[in-house]
């Protein structure tokens, strides 16, 4: 029988790294079912859903946090079962004010949508003194609720604004 984690690590990034921790997991038996990384300059952040057997998820813990004592992990036990959702791609495109960045969460927050990946801009206009802001975001939307309701929920945020959506074929 598998157990499933999700694993976050923080800390300073250098080459090869994801691979070198791709390779402890698989050598104490573990696989990446999902992952997402994130860079800034030398930091790195990643989240990875992991399957192994089990009565190994210390074992692989441990080999972790000794091989790698620069990082910081955090282990929460997860579900392996399907989640009932499709994925949408959105970019909102309207003028910034503030709040906004925390609206759009508390928004998709109450509709029961996980921003999956999140990607903020401010462009300043010149010679008008305004600033445009981008979101670009990916979304795990709940199967009963319709693209027109996610642009109706951010029609409510702001009323100079464009939004596109792309959805995504697969559906879990």
């Known amino acids: 029988m598998q157990t499933c984690f999700i694993c976050s690590i923080s800390g300073t990034f250098s080459p090869h790294l994801i691979a ?7 050598q104490a038996g573990g696989h990446w079912l999902s ?4 860079r800034l300059e030398d930091q790195f952040s990643a989240m990875m859903k ?3 057997n089990s009565d190994e998820p210390e074992t692989l813990q441990e080999q972790l946090e000794t ?3 620069q990082l910081v992990f955090t282990f929460v036990e997860s579900s392996d079962a399907p989640m009932h959702h499709r994925t949408l791609d959105v970019t909102l495109d309207c003028a910034d004010r503030p709040g906004l960045t925390r609206d759009i969460n ?3 927050d109450g509709l029961g949508v996980v921003i ?3 990607e903020n801009h401010r462009i300043p206009v010149m010679g008008a003194n305004e600033t445009v802001y981008r979101a670009k975001l990916q979304l795990e939307v709940p199967q009963e609720l319709a693209d027109g309701d996610i642009v109706d929920a951010l029609d409510g945020l702001n009323v100079n604004h464009r939004v596109s959506l792309n959805a995504r074929a ?3």
């Open 20 to 26: 070198d921790i791709a390779k402890v997991t698989r």
């Open 35 to 38: 992952s997402k990384v994130i």
């Open 50 to 52: 992991l399957a192994i």
């Open 67 to 69: 091989t790698f004592p």
């Open 106 to 108: 508390t928004l998709f």
């Open 116 to 118: 999956s990946h999140q």
């Open 170 to 172: 697969t559906v879990n």
